[in-house]
């Protein structure tokens, strides 16, 4: 049983476009993130949500835009992609907010824009 | 602002030697301290986790952290390395700030462990 789950693995796309990322867990978490791990592989947060409410939200353009219909799931869509972008998305779990809890990380969702 | 330093892009280290991963912090407050490892194509998987205690803390596949507060560090170590061990270490820390705080991670650390 996956813990937590993305789709897609891999996703490729144009300049200009707009795209949707999922995430799932099914661990009962009340916390959820977005992840963004460049080229060099630096993993910087993106948001952070606790109960389907918005908690971080880091220097990230508004064309980001996660969404939580419920605390199991915590998406991200993309407008007008930029070659930027370009990165692997993990999604992440933890039990609470509270510093003291690991996190749980999905498999990543490989983005590239051409 | 928190942060984490993994001094060493990568650490090479023979099968059966033992091996450290080096990582040292800068918090404001107490520090809550992480270990991750990342197979290639996969995502973060949890080793262990430094709250408060002992400084010598335990987790997963035999990786063991030392939890040093004057030197501001926390390595990761192994007694006998294996080949699959080798993947990319990542060290991050979480300042204790309430509900709202976030996990900082190091740069990374690839491991190679060979025959």
């Known amino acids: 049983d996956t813990a937590v789950s993305q789709t897609p693995k891999y996703l490729v796309t144009q300049m200009g476009n707009d795209k949707s990322i999922k995430c799932e867990q099914n661990l009962g978490h009340d916390t959820m993130y977005w992840y963004k791990q460049d080229s060099k592989k630096f993993l910087k947060i993106m948001f952070s949500y606790n109960n389907k409410e918005l908690i971080i939200n880091e220097t990230v353009p508004n064309r980001f835009s996660p969404k939580s219909p419920d605390k199991a799931h915590l998406n991200l869509h993309i407008n007008s992609l930029e070659l930027g972008d370009s990165a692997v998305y993990f999604c992440?779990?933890?039990?609470?907010?509270?510093?003291?809890?690991?996190?749980?990380f999905g498999p990543g969702t490989r983005l590239t824009v051409t | 602002a928190q942060s984490v330093a993994q001094p060493e892009d990568q650490v090479n280290v023979a099968e059966g030697n033992p091996l450290t991963v080096k990582c040292t912090y800068s918090v404001s407050g107490n520090p809550y301290l992480f270990w991750y490892v990342q197979y290639p194509n996969r995502g973060l998987q949890f080793l262990l986790k430094?709250?408060?205690?002992?400084?010598l803390v335990k987790g997963s596949y035999g990786f063991e952290a030392e939890f040093n507060k004057s030197q501001t560090s926390f390595h990761l170590k192994k007694p006998s390395a294996l080949v699959s061990d080798s993947a990319l270490y990542f060290c991050a820390v979480r300042d204790e700030g309430g509900t709202a705080s976030k996990l900082t991670f190091g740069t990374g650390t690839r491991l190679q462990v060979t025959l």
């Open positions: 430094y709250i408060t205690g002992d400084n």
């Open positions: 992440a779990s933890s039990r609470t907010l509270l510093d003291r809890f690991q996190q749980y």
